[in-house]
């Protein structure tokens, strides 16, 4: 077996492993990349592990390097991400995941950083356990609520803009005394602003940053419990063509809302109404949101017609970092 970094002649098989490589749980999720490198953009430096037997890539992580605020202090950290194992060598994960943890070890224990996290479905016990092998535990849970895009046509005076760095850039800092992980640097909005997929919803009493990860995080649903699964078919025959519900193992669009701030529920809903009107007309399928779980719901500010989706994000730390509980924001990369 060899470990060695990726490379792009390596993107059509990685792209097949992650199609055939569902996150299973309540919801199984899988991926439909175009590029499997795109992430690596966002950050200053970063690469692709694989392990590789007789030309097979047996499985894969991400590692990129970034700095974030805990407590406002930056504090260095190394993400993983996309941990994949082909589905044909599901029952030798512990032999190739041995192996990559060993040469992860290798290049980057002596590293200067101070921690490294990941994100999983909270639900996705296999993962969590590779994770907790490798020394992580739980740090915060985000709540992703998922929201068919509706077909609104109400006028809602709410301001859209495409921001500037400086824009953006006040943002996050004016959310540095409230959250952990917020970015400390702005580079990873660089090829966000550059290729124009950020757009800033504006109204009276709340805002809302919006990602187009169309192309580069689109994904599919493969399985639902029962419980979804007659939510699912009940809104795709009740709700076309006011909703876009999405269908079993279709490619969905995808806005994130990296932030949504706002005083009251009320100015929230006008704002998430205007993302809603402007998804619609570019064929976006599903509203991405998160909070924070010690924050409580988000239904009130986006609406009840929503499914919600913990991940945790998990931590390996190389000293104990002093932490005072604040909640955690919505890396934009994650």
């Not at 599919?220 to 009740?238: C, E, M, T």
């Not at 909640?327 to 990369?333: F, G, R, S, T």
Request: aromatic share 12%; net charge positive; proline share 4%.
């Amino acid at each position: 077996m060899d470990i060695r970094f990726a490379t792009k002649e390596d993107n059509e098989q990685l792209l097949d492993i992650e199609r055939r490589s569902a996150q299973e749980g309540k919801i199984w999720v899988v991926g439909y990349k175009e590029n499997f490198f795109d992430r690596l953009k966002y950050y200053g430096n970063g690469s692709i592990l694989l392990a590789e037997e007789k030309g097979d890539i047996i499985g894969c992580i991400g590692i990129a390097f970034d700095e974030y605020l805990v407590d406002s202090v930056p504090r260095k950290a190394i993400y993983l991400f996309g941990l994949r194992t082909n589905p044909a060598y599901r029952m030798k994960i512990a032999r190739w995941l041995k192996a990559i943890i060993q040469e992860l070890e290798n290049r980057y224990g002596e590293s200067e950083f101070d921690f490294a996290y990941a994100s999983v479905k909270a639900d996705n016990t296999a993962s969590k356990k590779i994770l907790a092998h490798m020394g992580f535990s739980r740090f915060a849970t985000l709540d992703f609520y998922a929201c068919p895009v509706l077909h609104r046509i109400k006028s809602t005076g709410v301001y859209v803009e495409r921001p500037d760095m400086n824009r953006v850039r006040g943002l996050y800092s004016g959310m540095s005394g409230r959250f952990d992980l917020v970015p400390k640097h702005t580079r990873i909005f660089e090829p966000m602003i550059e290729e124009e997929r950020l757009k800033l919803f504006t109204g009276e009493g709340a805002s809302a940053l919006v990602f187009d990860t169309s192309g580069e995080s689109d994904f599919g649903i493969a399985k639902l419990s029962p419980g979804l699964r007659a939510f699912q078919v009940a809104g795709r025959s009740l709700l076309s063509p006011l909703a876009r519900v999405p269908g079993m193992k279709e490619r969905l669009r995808i806005w994130d809302v990296l932030i949504l701030d706002y005083g009251t529920p009320r100015a929230a809903r006008r704002v998430v109404a205007e993302i809603h009107k402007e998804a619609w007309k570019e064929k976006v399928t599903l509203l991405n949101f998160a909070r924070d779980s010690t924050l409580g719901s988000l239904k009130s500010a986006i609406g009840p017609l929503s499914f919600k989706i913990p991940f945790d994000i998990m931590i390996f730390e190389k000293k104990e970092i002093p932490r005072k509980g604040r909640p955690v924001i919505w890396v934009p990369a994650l």
